[in-house]
């Protein structure tokens, strides 16, 4: 079983900065990419950031320059630094996993996060 928590959510101002952390844990053979999803009331999830294991970042638009994803898949963690946080951030952040299953063999397996919550007011 393959485990992903996230911490580090919470309340902050228009123009501040959060710092989101995330750690796997079970039994994982490999992953090849983490990143963080969110999802806003009455909307659908997107994709915020990616890291590819030994690869290239990804960002959403709307984020870029803003947001830092990093991410060390030698421990299975990944980390999303947000600064000048708007209103519109405000979403449940969902960290994500897709990698090699725990036999070392087969279709690639999709983990998910709790959700940590991040509100950004006005």
């Known amino acids: 079983q393959v485990q992903l928590v996230e911490s580090g959510g919470g309340l902050v101002q228009a123009g501040g900065s959060l710092r989101l952390s995330c750690a796997a844990s079970?039994?994982?053979?490999?992953?090849?990419?983490m990143g963080w999803y969110r999802q806003a009331p009455g909307k659908q999830r997107e994709l915020v950031a990616s890291h590819i294991n030994g690869g290239s970042t990804n960002y959403l638009d709307s984020v870029k320059g803003r947001f830092t994803i990093s991410a060390n898949f030698a421990n299975n963690s990944v980390y999303l630094q947000m600064n000048s946080l708007k209103p519109e951030d405000t979403a449940v952040y969902y960290c994500?996993?897709?990698?090699?299953?725990?036999?070392?063999?087969?279709?690639?397996?999709?983990?998910w996060g709790q959700g940590t919550q991040v509100t950004v007011s006005s």
């Open positions: 079970g039994n994982i053979f490999r992953f090849y990419v």
């Open positions: 994500h996993a897709n990698g090699i299953p725990p036999t070392g063999w087969g279709a690639l397996i999709d983990y």
